[in-house]
């Protein structure tokens, strides 16, 4: 599995992204890009298979998606999965089915709004917590979340408060999946990164 964090300025800056009215970031050309890399092939030869998108409020997102290449004799494949969270860019590519969220740190409010989206177990485990352990467990376990059902395809076409996630230092795994979630701080904001994949064939 590999992931890649970068942003438009940056991209543009490598010549990688060519923005469309459809694409204004760039991103499919970033995880095209990415995904020529790990399978040792031109990014041209990289064919982007489509991909359930939802919106959000604050950052905009696709769910995962299966990429052929036909770079390789083998017909290989890739799962891919993006997040865009302005400014930021992020793309994760593996040999099994992947997500990847990548959110900024939510205020008190906007925690309190979107915990109203998790399982009660989760909610509940949450709602005990500290405002200040509360909204970084909150974004934390989001990603990790999202991750997941990017990994499963569904993306939010699923409720949310189906699956339980548990909080970041107590994380639930579903059989056959693992999920992490990881805080970075840069210029000053403090994002969290969740990933999650598949662990059995």
């Known amino acids: 599995?590999?992931?890649?964090?970068?942003?438009?300025?940056?991209?543009?800056?490598?010549?990688?992204?060519?923005?469309?009215?459809?694409?204004?970031?760039?991103?499919?050309?970033?995880?095209?890009?990415?995904?020529?890399?790990q399978l040792e092939a031109h990014h041209s030869k990289v064919v982007?298979?489509?991909?359930?998108?939802?919106?959000?409020?604050?950052?905009?997102?696709a769910a995962s998606a299966k990429l052929n290449s036909h770079a390789t004799t083998n017909s290989a494949q890739l799962w891919t999965s993006l997040s865009r969270c302005a400014p930021f860019i992020v793309v994760a590519?593996?040999?099994?089915?992947?997500?990847?969220?990548?959110e900024a740190?939510?205020?008190?409010?906007?925690a309190t709004d979107l915990v109203t989206l998790f399982h009660p177990d989760d909610r509940g485990a949450l709602m005990t917590l500290r405002e200040d352990h509360f909204v970084h467990e909150v974004t934390a376990a989001w990603t990790r979340?999202?991750?997941?059902l990017k990994a499963w395809g569904?993306?939010?076409?699923?409720?949310?408060?189906?699956?339980?996630v548990g909080t970041?230092?107590?994380?639930?795994?579903?059989?056959?999946?693992?999920?992490?979630?990881?805080?970075?701080?840069?210029?000053?904001?403090?994002?969290?990164l969740g990933?999650?994949?598949?662990?059995?064939?």
């Open 93 to 102: 590519t593996a040999q099994t089915p992947v997500g990847v969220d990548l």
């Open 105 to 110: 740190l939510q205020t008190p409010d906007q």
């Open 154 to 164: 569904t993306g939010l076409l699923r409720d949310p408060a189906v699956d339980a």
């Open 195 to 201: 990933l999650a994949w598949r662990t059995l064939s």
């Open 1 to 37: 599995m590999r992931v890649h964090r970068a942003t438009t300025e940056q991209l543009a800056g490598l010549g990688w992204i060519e923005p469309n009215d459809s694409d204004p970031t760039g991103a499919k050309s970033f995880l095209a890009r990415a995904a020529a890399e």
């Open 168 to 192: 970041h230092h107590h994380p639930d795994q579903p059989h056959g999946w693992a999920t992490l979630s990881a805080p970075s701080t840069i210029a000053g904001q403090t994002y969290y």
């Open 48 to 61: 982007l298979h489509p991909a359930v998108g939802h919106a959000n409020p604050r950052c905009a997102r």
């Open 145 to 148: 979340k999202e991750a997941l």
